[in-house]
Protein backbone atom coordinates (compact mmCIF):
# COMPACT_ATOMS: atom_id res chain seq x y z
CA UNK A 1 0.00 0.00 0.00
CA UNK A 2 2.91 2.18 0.85
CA UNK A 3 4.80 1.40 -2.31
CA UNK A 4 1.72 3.01 -4.32
CA UNK A 5 1.65 6.40 -3.11
CA UNK A 6 4.42 7.70 -4.50
CA UNK A 7 2.48 6.33 -7.97
CA UNK A 8 -0.56 8.13 -7.26
CA UNK A 9 1.05 11.30 -6.15
CA UNK A 10 2.41 11.26 -9.85
CA UNK A 11 -0.66 10.62 -11.90
CA UNK A 12 -2.41 13.38 -9.65
CA UNK A 13 0.70 15.66 -10.95
CA UNK A 14 0.38 14.87 -14.27
CA UNK A 15 -3.16 15.49 -14.61
CA UNK A 16 -3.15 18.65 -13.13
CA UNK A 17 -0.28 19.88 -15.49
CA UNK A 18 -2.56 18.63 -18.41
CA UNK A 19 -5.47 20.46 -17.17
CA UNK A 20 -3.42 23.94 -17.06
CA UNK A 21 -1.53 23.66 -20.53
CA UNK A 22 -5.56 22.81 -22.37
CA UNK A 23 -7.26 25.10 -20.14
CA UNK A 24 -8.71 28.50 -21.65
CA UNK A 25 -7.61 32.05 -20.44
CA UNK A 26 -10.01 35.44 -20.49
CA UNK A 27 -6.46 37.58 -20.03
CA UNK A 28 -5.83 39.83 -23.37
CA UNK A 29 -3.06 38.83 -25.63
CA UNK A 30 0.14 41.12 -25.11
CA UNK A 31 0.57 44.03 -27.32
CA UNK A 32 3.38 44.22 -29.71
CA UNK A 33 5.97 46.49 -28.18
CA UNK A 34 6.97 49.48 -29.71
CA UNK A 35 9.63 51.12 -27.74
CA UNK A 36 13.12 51.24 -28.85
CA UNK A 37 14.86 47.65 -28.83
CA UNK A 38 11.22 46.16 -28.30
CA UNK A 39 11.01 44.51 -31.66
CA UNK A 40 7.96 46.16 -32.87
CA UNK A 41 7.57 48.81 -35.18
CA UNK A 42 7.71 52.60 -34.18
CA UNK A 43 5.30 54.96 -34.71
CA UNK A 44 6.60 57.61 -36.86
CA UNK A 45 6.31 61.44 -35.58
CA UNK A 46 5.13 63.20 -38.41
CA UNK A 47 6.99 66.51 -39.20
CA UNK A 48 5.67 69.75 -37.95
CA UNK A 49 2.98 71.54 -39.97
CA UNK A 50 2.80 75.48 -41.21
CA UNK A 51 -0.61 76.56 -42.27
CA UNK A 52 1.02 79.70 -44.44
CA UNK A 53 3.75 80.20 -46.21
CA UNK A 54 7.27 81.26 -44.53
CA UNK A 55 9.93 84.07 -44.89
CA UNK A 56 13.23 83.77 -44.46
CA UNK A 57 15.78 86.96 -44.52
CA UNK A 58 19.70 87.37 -43.47
CA UNK A 59 21.77 90.64 -44.78
CA UNK A 60 25.44 91.29 -45.02
CA UNK A 61 25.03 94.00 -42.64
CA UNK A 62 25.83 92.83 -38.98
CA UNK A 63 22.52 93.14 -36.79
CA UNK A 64 22.34 96.19 -35.21
CA UNK A 65 24.82 98.36 -37.40
CA UNK A 66 23.75 100.83 -40.01
CA UNK A 67 24.22 100.80 -43.40
CA UNK A 68 26.73 103.01 -44.91
CA UNK A 69 26.92 105.42 -47.96
CA UNK A 70 27.66 104.40 -50.92
CA UNK A 71 28.78 101.30 -49.44
CA UNK A 72 26.53 97.74 -51.03
CA UNK A 73 24.36 96.16 -48.49
CA UNK A 74 23.23 92.50 -50.17
CA UNK A 75 19.83 90.37 -48.80
CA UNK A 76 18.78 86.96 -49.58
CA UNK A 77 15.63 86.04 -49.45
CA UNK A 78 13.79 82.38 -48.96
CA UNK A 79 10.08 81.84 -49.22
CA UNK A 80 8.55 78.87 -48.47
CA UNK A 81 5.02 77.66 -49.43
CA UNK A 82 2.91 75.71 -46.41
CA UNK A 83 2.86 72.19 -45.57
CA UNK A 84 1.28 69.97 -48.62
CA UNK A 85 1.76 72.90 -51.45
CA UNK A 86 4.24 72.01 -53.86
CA UNK A 87 3.81 74.92 -55.67
CA UNK A 88 5.85 77.89 -54.72
CA UNK A 89 4.95 80.94 -53.23
CA UNK A 90 4.62 84.57 -55.06
CA UNK A 91 7.34 86.38 -53.72
CA UNK A 92 7.11 90.37 -53.18
CA UNK A 93 9.24 93.01 -52.20
CA UNK A 94 6.01 94.78 -50.24
CA UNK A 95 8.40 98.19 -49.41
CA UNK A 96 11.74 99.16 -49.44
CA UNK A 97 14.33 102.20 -50.13
CA UNK A 98 14.87 103.33 -53.29
CA UNK A 99 17.65 101.88 -55.56
CA UNK A 100 16.91 98.17 -53.92
CA UNK A 101 17.90 96.21 -56.94
CA UNK A 102 17.08 92.46 -57.60
CA UNK A 103 20.25 90.33 -57.99
CA UNK A 104 18.60 86.69 -59.13
CA UNK A 105 15.29 84.99 -58.41
CA UNK A 106 14.74 81.33 -58.63
CA UNK A 107 11.19 79.15 -58.38
CA UNK A 108 11.08 75.83 -57.51
CA UNK A 109 7.66 73.90 -57.90
CA UNK A 110 7.61 70.29 -56.79
CA UNK A 111 11.07 69.82 -55.14
CA UNK A 112 13.20 66.66 -55.91
CA UNK A 113 12.84 64.90 -52.80
CA UNK A 114 9.36 65.89 -51.37
CA UNK A 115 8.51 69.13 -49.52
CA UNK A 116 6.85 72.68 -50.49
CA UNK A 117 7.88 74.85 -53.13
CA UNK A 118 10.15 77.62 -53.18
CA UNK A 119 11.61 80.73 -54.14
CA UNK A 120 15.12 82.05 -53.22
CA UNK A 121 15.63 85.80 -54.82
CA UNK A 122 19.15 88.08 -53.64
CA UNK A 123 18.73 91.62 -53.88
CA UNK A 124 21.45 94.57 -53.24
CA UNK A 125 21.21 98.42 -51.84
CA UNK A 126 24.19 101.37 -52.16
CA UNK A 127 22.63 103.99 -50.04
CA UNK A 128 23.13 106.85 -51.76
CA UNK A 129 24.21 110.07 -50.46
CA UNK A 130 21.18 111.68 -50.27
CA UNK A 131 19.96 108.79 -48.03
CA UNK A 132 22.21 109.68 -44.99
CA UNK A 133 20.17 109.97 -41.83
CA UNK A 134 17.26 107.24 -43.69
CA UNK A 135 16.04 104.62 -41.38
CA UNK A 136 15.97 102.40 -43.99
CA UNK A 137 14.38 98.90 -44.07
CA UNK A 138 12.92 96.30 -46.15
CA UNK A 139 9.75 93.75 -46.14
CA UNK A 140 9.21 90.87 -47.61
CA UNK A 141 5.67 89.47 -48.58
CA UNK A 142 5.36 85.51 -49.63
CA UNK A 143 1.62 84.61 -51.03
CA UNK A 144 0.07 81.49 -51.29
CA UNK A 145 -3.49 79.60 -51.96
CA UNK A 146 -3.43 79.96 -48.28
CA UNK A 147 -2.87 83.37 -47.47
CA UNK A 148 0.13 85.59 -46.82
CA UNK A 149 3.76 86.10 -44.43
CA UNK A 150 5.62 89.22 -44.17
CA UNK A 151 8.92 89.67 -42.80
CA UNK A 152 11.65 92.58 -42.25
CA UNK A 153 14.83 93.52 -42.42
CA UNK A 154 16.51 96.84 -41.23
CA UNK A 155 19.17 98.65 -42.27
CA UNK A 156 19.78 101.01 -39.46
CA UNK A 157 19.86 104.25 -40.03
CA UNK A 158 22.11 105.04 -43.25
CA UNK A 159 25.52 107.35 -41.94
CA UNK A 160 27.90 108.88 -43.70
CA UNK A 161 31.35 107.52 -44.77
CA UNK A 162 34.57 107.85 -46.69
CA UNK A 163 34.17 107.64 -50.06
CA UNK A 164 36.60 104.83 -51.74
CA UNK A 165 39.99 106.55 -52.36
CA UNK A 166 41.55 106.69 -56.08
CA UNK A 167 45.22 106.40 -57.50
CA UNK A 168 46.85 104.15 -55.34
CA UNK A 169 50.27 103.18 -56.32
CA UNK A 170 52.94 100.55 -54.79
CA UNK A 171 56.16 100.77 -55.92
CA UNK A 172 59.77 99.38 -54.52
CA UNK A 173 62.07 102.04 -53.85
CA UNK A 174 65.30 101.21 -52.77
CA UNK A 175 65.57 99.75 -49.39
CA UNK A 176 62.00 99.73 -48.71
CA UNK A 177 58.13 100.55 -50.71
CA UNK A 178 56.23 103.85 -51.10
CA UNK A 179 52.61 104.25 -51.33
CA UNK A 180 50.36 106.77 -52.73
CA UNK A 181 47.22 107.58 -53.13
CA UNK A 182 44.64 110.43 -53.71
CA UNK A 183 42.13 111.53 -50.27
CA UNK A 184 38.60 110.27 -49.59
CA UNK A 185 35.66 112.66 -49.32
CA UNK A 186 32.85 112.11 -47.12
CA UNK A 187 32.51 111.00 -43.66
CA UNK A 188 33.14 113.14 -40.74
CA UNK A 189 36.78 114.24 -40.83
CA UNK A 190 39.45 114.31 -40.41
CA UNK A 191 40.05 111.02 -41.90
CA UNK A 192 42.99 108.67 -41.23
CA UNK A 193 43.73 105.71 -43.07
CA UNK A 194 45.10 102.26 -42.48
CA UNK A 195 47.84 101.01 -44.71
CA UNK A 196 48.58 97.48 -44.66
CA UNK A 197 50.94 95.24 -46.68
CA UNK A 198 50.45 91.58 -47.05
CA UNK A 199 52.86 88.71 -48.22
CA UNK A 200 52.21 85.10 -49.63
CA UNK A 201 52.15 81.76 -47.20
CA UNK A 202 54.18 78.71 -48.03
CA UNK A 203 51.32 75.90 -48.19
CA UNK A 204 48.02 76.50 -49.60
CA UNK A 205 45.24 77.28 -47.51
CA UNK A 206 42.43 79.04 -46.81
CA UNK A 207 44.08 81.80 -46.36
CA UNK A 208 46.53 81.97 -49.13
CA UNK A 209 48.71 85.63 -47.51
CA UNK A 210 48.97 87.43 -44.49
CA UNK A 211 48.75 90.97 -44.32
CA UNK A 212 49.99 93.16 -41.58
CA UNK A 213 49.14 96.68 -40.71
CA UNK A 214 52.12 98.94 -41.30
CA UNK A 215 50.86 102.34 -40.34
CA UNK A 216 47.92 104.70 -39.89
CA UNK A 217 47.94 108.25 -41.10
CA UNK A 218 46.01 111.43 -42.09
CA UNK A 219 48.64 111.72 -45.09
CA UNK A 220 48.07 110.52 -48.35
CA UNK A 221 51.42 108.66 -48.90
CA UNK A 222 52.83 105.70 -46.73
CA UNK A 223 56.98 106.50 -47.98
CA UNK A 224 58.41 103.96 -45.40
CA UNK A 225 56.97 100.65 -45.96
CA UNK A 226 59.37 97.36 -45.13
CA UNK A 227 59.86 95.50 -48.29
CA UNK A 228 59.48 92.17 -45.92
CA UNK A 229 58.35 91.09 -42.65
CA UNK A 230 61.53 90.06 -41.11
CA UNK A 231 59.42 87.76 -38.49
CA UNK A 232 56.50 86.42 -40.27
CA UNK A 233 53.77 84.46 -38.22
CA UNK A 234 53.51 82.37 -41.04
CA UNK A 235 56.71 81.06 -42.64
CA UNK A 236 56.47 82.06 -46.45
CA UNK A 237 57.98 80.48 -49.54
CA UNK A 238 61.48 80.71 -49.72
CA UNK A 239 61.77 81.77 -46.48
CA UNK A 240 61.62 85.35 -46.86
CA UNK A 241 57.75 87.69 -46.32
CA UNK A 242 58.20 89.70 -49.19
CA UNK A 243 55.00 91.83 -49.26
CA UNK A 244 53.54 91.86 -52.91
CA UNK A 245 50.06 93.73 -51.72
CA UNK A 246 49.53 96.99 -50.30
CA UNK A 247 46.14 97.87 -49.13
CA UNK A 248 44.20 101.18 -47.65
CA UNK A 249 41.21 101.85 -45.69
CA UNK A 250 40.19 105.17 -44.80
CA UNK A 251 38.43 105.87 -41.56
CA UNK A 252 36.23 108.85 -40.54
CA UNK A 253 36.27 110.52 -37.32
CA UNK A 254 33.12 108.49 -36.32
CA UNK A 255 34.69 105.25 -37.02
CA UNK A 256 32.80 104.69 -40.31
CA UNK A 257 35.41 103.09 -42.60
CA UNK A 258 35.02 103.45 -46.36
CA UNK A 259 35.71 100.77 -49.13
CA UNK A 260 39.60 99.22 -48.78
CA UNK A 261 42.02 99.69 -51.73
CA UNK A 262 44.50 97.34 -53.02
CA UNK A 263 47.66 98.12 -55.36
CA UNK A 264 49.86 95.42 -56.69
CA UNK A 265 53.66 96.10 -55.70
CA UNK A 266 55.73 97.36 -58.70
Known sequence: MHASRPLALLLLLAAAACRDVSAPTDRAPAAPAFAKGGGGTAVPTPPPTTALPTVTVSASLFPGTNALAGQAVSVFVIATSESGNRKAPTLAVASAPAGFTLLSLVTVDGPHGGGPG??????????????????????????????????????????????????????????????????????????????????????????????DVITTTTDTAALGIPLANPTPTVAPAGGVATYFV?????????????????ATVQ
Not at 246 to 262: E, H, I, Q
Request: hydrophobic share 40%; proline share 5%; net charge neutral.
Open 118 to 211: YVEASYSWTPARDQIGLAAAATFTATTRAGSTSATTSFGTVQDAPTALTGLTAVTAGDHLEARWNASTGGVGPISYVVSACYRNANIRSVASTC
Open 246 to 262: VMVKPVDAAGNAGPLAT
